[in-house]
């Protein structure tokens, strides 16, 4: 899977990102300018000194500098660029805005926010694989004293892999990033949201040893992807298991998320090597352990608890139901609302046919007021009607979650911990097989066991 690529650190990837963006500006704004002047031959800049420079050349310049091909360059292929070692100057133009950690959660929705690679299958396939983001490494420099003729800080890398849970398929599942870092480096929120938003997948996590016994990297200077990963490997190795685990998804770090769980554990099994049986995260939803059953992995998450809601009593139902598309107050079984993970789960009584015809508009659902007492940020909507296809299976559900920059997740393990204490109720059933029915789609085992659900689950590093 190593793909060795030039190294470049994240100060350096967002100063070049943003002044790629600023050339892409100026570009705009030399157009406007040549648009509303009536002069034929000249342009003339908006500089303090007035530089007049022939239409043509202007043209000629922005061809060169701003288009590959006839076509604009996305943003991954930027960061492809920025890894490569590419100037400012050898980058032509981008159709986002650079990493921003201040980003409003509504924006999601409008015309800035880039697509993501799941939404259409035309973008999973132009756009679904950065080609940095595939077990690449990525830089990031440490912080040094202040001194009269500081030297310059040193580089230190960090591995980054690409893996497909929930399905033994890299067509399928749900791609998360994982960046394996060392114990001597501390990235900021603000980098890890940038990373995050560079990967641009649902989620990014982000991995470090957290026993005392594990050791640091000694020498920082590694210049091969190879040696690093040798390097992780050591250090990895005497963690005995124990690590700390953050997600981020492009707009904001969420407190739970089970594919980048599941994809952080594979990666660390089946990439890294660890001989450990057991591997347990601290996070913000507490301590989650993964371990190994077979060929697939095993996760512990606490059990969700939805309750029922009066949906025909609700204000807004009508709104959601518009937001969703081609649903209809008859289709709706039940409303379930779980506070723990704040999801809402919609149970249609029709197939999943009209579940996987849903064409959610995210600008509309996060403009719902749910009122005091329900507080979402995530929408789940599943059935039991199955068709033939999914006969194998006891639910199929689709996740939507804009609030976290999500439009629609395409395999979902949290979700799921909510699904499978409901089903389990209805159904009476302990054990549930459940499939996500995204574009993509993904399937997992659900065990409820009081307070706790068991996840089961494959996954699958992504090979360019």
């Known amino acids: 899977v190593m793909d060795s690529k030039p190294k470049f650190d994240v100060e350096s990837f967002l100063s070049t990102v943003n002044t790629a963006w600023q050339l892409e500006l100026t570009r705009k704004e030399q157009k406007a300018i040549n648009a509303n002047t009536t002069q034929t031959n000249t342009l003339e800049t908006t500089s303090s000194s007035s530089v007049n420079v022939p239409k043509d050349e202007v043209e000629e310049k922005e061809d060169n500098l701003f288009k590959t091909e006839g076509r604009k360059l996305t943003f991954m292929e930027v960061t492809k660029l920025v890894a490569d070692g590419k100037q400012p100057d050898d980058i032509r133009t981008i159709n986002d805005k650079p990493p921003d950690p201040n980003v409003k959660i509504t924006t999601i929705g409008s015309k800035e926010v880039p697509l993501k690679p799941w939404q259409t299958k035309k973008n999973s396939q132009s756009q679904q694989l950065p080609s940095t983001s595939s077990s690449s490494s990525t830089t990031t420099t440490t912080s040094s004293t202040t001194s009269p003729d500081p030297e310059p800080e040193p580089q230190h890398s960090l591995l980054m892999y690409t893996v497909s849970a929930f399905s033994k398929d890299p067509a399928s599942g749900n791609f998360a990033g994982v960046c394996l870092l060392p114990s001597h480096i501390q990235l900021s929120d603000p980098q890890m949201l940038s990373i995050a938003r560079a990967m641009n997948y649902s989620e990014t996590a982000f991995i470090q040893p ?3 016994s594990s050791s640091t990297i000694t020498n920082t200077t590694t210049t091969t992807e190879e040696n690093l990963k040798s390097r992780i490997q050591e250090e ?18 969420v407190p739970l998320c089970g594919h980048a769980t599941l994809a952080s554990a594979f990666t660390l099994f ?3 090597q660890l001989p450990v049986p057991i591997i347990r995260f601290s996070t913000l939803s507490g301590v989650l352990s993964v371990e190994r059953n077979n060929h697939s992995l095993i ?11 009066d949906f025909k009593q609700q204000k807004f139902v009508p709104e959601l139901l518009t937001a969703l598309h081609t649903l209809e107050m008859e289709d709706i079984q039940e409303l379930q609302h779980c506070s723990k993970t704040r999801k809402l789960v919609v149970v249609i009584k029709t197939s999943t046919e009209k579940l996987r015809s849903l064409k959610p508009d995210a600008r509309e659902l996060v403009k719902i007021d749910f009122g005091s007492e329900l507080v979402v940020r995530g929408v789940i909507v599943t059935t039991n009607n199955k ?11 689709r996740y939507f979650a804009p609030w976290a ?6 395999v979902t393990g949290s979700a799921h911990t909510v699904l499978g204490v409901y089903w389990g109720r209805v159904l009476d059933k302990k054990e549930t097989r459940a499939f996500q029915a995204s574009e993509r789609g993904g399937e997992m085992k ?6 706790v659900m068991v996840l089961e689950g494959d996954a699958v590093t992504h090979k360019q």
């Open 387 to 397: 068709e033939e296809r999914f006969k194998e299976y006891d639910y199929v559900s």
């Open 236 to 253: 990895y190795n005497k963690a005995q298991g124990s690590f700390s685990l953050r997600w981020f998804t492009p707009t904001v770090e």
């Open 405 to 410: 920059g999500i439009e629609e997740d395409p």
């Open 210 to 212: 957290q026993s005392s």
């Open 299 to 309: 996760m512990r998450f606490p059990a969700g608890n939805p309750t029922p809601v």
């Open 446 to 451: 659900c065990s409820w066991m009081e307070d």
């Open 270 to 272: 089946s990439e890294i």
